[in-house]
């Protein structure tokens, strides 16, 4: 990851229903940023992250990524985005083995099997990787998922409750992988009920946003 890339939310407003939930939001991220989205529970964090990662539209404002409005550069900022949602987002019916060398088929990653075995030892899948992912737990699942993170080339990453189901000690290996994606260009954007251990993080707190004349 050579160049700058940059993410600008200008004056966003988000509606749900009949309510909307945050108007005026504004920020910029870019390359080096590791953000956490932080809020009560039904605040709008998932709405926000659906419409960063052009899944769901605002009432009014805008993305822009490198400048272009992500409406109408769909096509490049897939290719720079990697988003998982609260869902784990695995094929049940195959094997860890097998989801992993999906996702490394679909991701245009290049490298060989050698990073599939490096990764399911990273997300301690090892020696599992032939069961179906049904039959494995919450956060075996979960697990898999996130191997995604480790395969990706994207800069672009926007990852909503990665923690959920995950132990402590798996929180510290992601939360590692969230600073090294930023160190080296990327960009991370995460919502997390529990606390993220890193000093890198920045936090911001969608309260201030909030619409507060739905009555
Ligand atoms: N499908 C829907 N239709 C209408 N309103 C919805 C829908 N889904 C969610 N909402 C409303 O949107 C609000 C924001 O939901 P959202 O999932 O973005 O919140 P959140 O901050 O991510 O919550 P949590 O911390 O519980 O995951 C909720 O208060 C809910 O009332």
Redesign the pocket.
């Known amino acids: 990851m050579q160049s700058v890339n940059q993410l600008k939310i200008d004056r966003l407003a988000c509606q749900?229903?009949d309510?909307i939930?945050f108007t005026d939001l504004s920020f910029n991220l870019q390359s080096g940023d590791f953000v956490q989205i932080e809020?009560h529970?039904?605040?709008?964090?998932?709405?926000l992250l659906r419409i960063l990662a052009g899944l769901a539209q605002p009432l009014s404002g805008k993305v822009r990524w490198n400048s272009e409005d992500i409406s109408k550069c769909r096509e490049e900022y897939y290719y720079d985005l990697l988003y998982l949602g609260h869902h784990a987002g695995i094929k049940p019916e195959l094997t860890a083995w097998e989801n992993l060398k999906f996702y490394q088929q679909a991701g245009h990653c290049r490298q060989g099997d050698e990073i599939l075995w490096n990764v399911l030892e990273k997300v301690g899948l090892l020696g599992r990787e032939d069961i179906v992912a049904s039959q494995l737990s919450a956060g075996q699942q979960k697990r898999i998922a996130l191997a995604r993170l480790w395969i990706s080339q994207a800069p672009l990453w926007i990852l909503d409750e990665p923690f959920n189901a995950i132990d402590k000690n798996g929180v510290k290996v992601l939360t590692e992988l969230f600073e090294q994606q930023a160190e080296k260009g990327g960009i991370v954007i995460l919502?997390s009920h529990q606390e993220v251990p890193s000093s890198a993080l920045t936090v911001l707190n969608l309260a201030q946003y909030k619409f507060t004349d739905n009555e």
């Open positions: 749900r229903g309510k939930l809020g529970n039904g605040i709008g964090k998932t709405s919502t």
